[in-house]
């Protein structure tokens, strides 16, 4: 029997007035895949997943969420990574270390996303992809004065339909007070094996 395959991604939102705004203004750049991906900052790109893994995805990613906690975020100007890939984003100047932080963990050896990526992990909110070169310098210009904060209460899995628009799963909110760290469920075995001292 065949098991089913599911394209899930991990994302931190921006939300409003600022996820729509950046939403509307990138369908203006010509970017018609804005009305497929809402603004985002990802913690997790494309990535296939065996339908009956999904469980433990979700069980993975509520303990990364359970041992987090609500931190800034802030977003100011622009930048672009051409000429390697054509994009123009919004910069994530405040947030971006404990981004870093969440996509190490949603990603981490021997959980159930693990996954080598291809660019070194750079926390960016995308304004126009695979566009007309005027486009994307009209979009770098454009945002260059562009500023937006908010306090991140957590991060949500999406799932990719067959029209290739990104359908909100579940979302995971950080505590609202401070706890111990939680271990991951692949971690348990490890955390119990007896230390030794030199």
Not at 43 to 64: F, R
Not at 75 to 103: D, I, K, M, N, Y
Not at 130 to 156: K, M, P, V
């Amino acid at each position: 029997m065949e098991v089913g395959i599911v394209t899930l991604g991990v994302s931190l939102a921006v939300p409003e007035p600022h996820g729509g705004l950046l939403q509307q203004r990138r369908l203006g750049f010509g970017d018609s895949a804005a009305v497929c991906i809402p603004a985002h900052v990802t913690l997790l790109p494309p990535t296939e997943v065996p339908v009956d893994e999904c469980p433990a995805v979700e069980e993975h990613l509520a303990a990364i969420a359970a041992a987090g906690r609500p931190f800034t975020m802030r977003l100011s100007g622009t930048g672009t990574f051409r000429p390697l890939t054509p994009v123009v984003f919004v910069r994530v100047v405040e947030g971006a270390g404990e981004c870093g932080l969440l996509q190490q963990r949603v990603r981490e050896p021997g959980g159930p996303l693990a996954r080598e990526l291809p660019f070194p992990y750079h926390p960016h909110v995308t304004v126009a992809h695979g566009i007309a070169e005027e486009a994307l310098d009209l979009a770098q210009r454009e945002l260059a004065g562009y500023e937006a904060s908010w306090t991140a209460h957590g991060f949500a899995l999406h799932e990719q339909d067959g029209e290739g628009v990104w359908r909100l799963r579940r979302e995971f909110r950080f505590p609202t007070t401070a706890a111990p760290a939680a271990r991951l469920p692949h971690q348990q075995t490890a955390a119990r094996r007896p230390q030794t001292t030199a």
